[in-house]
């Protein structure tokens, strides 16, 4: 099987777009969560995955919009990006996202988890570092682990009898190899990066060929940032999809 697997899409439709466009051909979508907030067009990008044969998890963000996550925990800019998500969105795509997990297994693919933040803990743990990635290679069983959350692109490896763990941005269009390896994979963020590139960030996961492909693609960041004008969404979130930060 053929995957694409996106994740932190946050209501960015034409973000979403030009992943879906540059992508290859694919069987189905993983998504890592947070579908929502930040963004200007959660209605569509709910309605948009949905086109795939798709496993969704879901985010932070995400259970913010439906009341499973206090507001109150998030900054204010997302706060009031919360706020307007969950008057914005229709009652069927609230229920769809009621109907998500924040982890699991891919279904028909032993040994690979999903999870927006961690097995550890599937809503909010960031993975950023080796400490972080050490730990949950220790506590689960799994070959591979993709996450989502941090907005970073990263690959872990564990390095088996040394016990330890090497962390590193992977390179655009280059497969990383699965086979023999314990891995934890973040494919980066649809609609908001913040590894300092704006570009839409992805991979494509193919089980059978044992390989993860990391994808970058451009996207016309004025047209959300005008939508996000005109529903009255924070300053800053508009200022900062420029930057990827």
């Known amino acids: 099987m053929r995957y694409i697997v996106v994740s932190d899409i946050h209501s960015n439709a034409p973000a979403l777009e030009a992943v879906l466009r540059d992508a290859p051909a694919v069987d189905a ?4 969560g947070d579908i929502v907030g930040y963004g200007p067009d959660p209605n569509l990008c709910i309605q948009r995955i949905q086109d795939y044969d798709l496993t969704t998890l879901c985010g932070n963000h995400d259970q913010g919009s439906i009341g499973q996550a206090d507001v109150l925990i998030f900054n204010r800019d997302a706060r009031e ?3 307007w998500t969950q008057q914005e969105l229709t009652r069927e795509n609230l229920n769809f996202v009621r109907s998500l997990s924040p982890a699991g297994q891919l279904d028909g693919v ?4 999903l999870a927006h933040g961690s097995p550890r ?4 743990e960031y993975v950023v570092d080796q400490s972080a990635a050490a730990q949950n290679f220790r506590q689960f069983r799994f070959d591979v682990l993709l996450v989502g959350h941090s907005h970073l692109p990263l690959v872990f490896d564990w390095m088996g009898d040394d016990q330890d763990v090497r962390v590193h941005r992977p390179e655009l269009d280059a497969p990383v190899m699965l086979e023999g390896r314990r891995l934890i994979l973040n494919p980066g963020s649809v609609g908001q990066p913040r590894d300092g590139n704006p570009k839409a960030s992805y991979a494509v996961l193919d089980t059978e ?4 492909l990391p994808r970058r693609v451009e996207y016309a960041v004025e047209i959300t940032q005008e939508r996000m ?3 009255g ?4 979130l508009i200022d900062r999809l420029e930057l990827g930060r």
């Open 209 to 212: 060929a044992g390989t993860w």
């Open 229 to 231: 004008r005109a529903k």
């Open 233 to 236: 969404l924070p300053r800053r």
């Open 81 to 83: 990006a919360l706020s």
């Open 121 to 124: 803990d599937p809503v909010w």
């Open 110 to 113: 032993p040994g690979i988890m």
């Open 29 to 32: 979508m993983i998504c890592l």
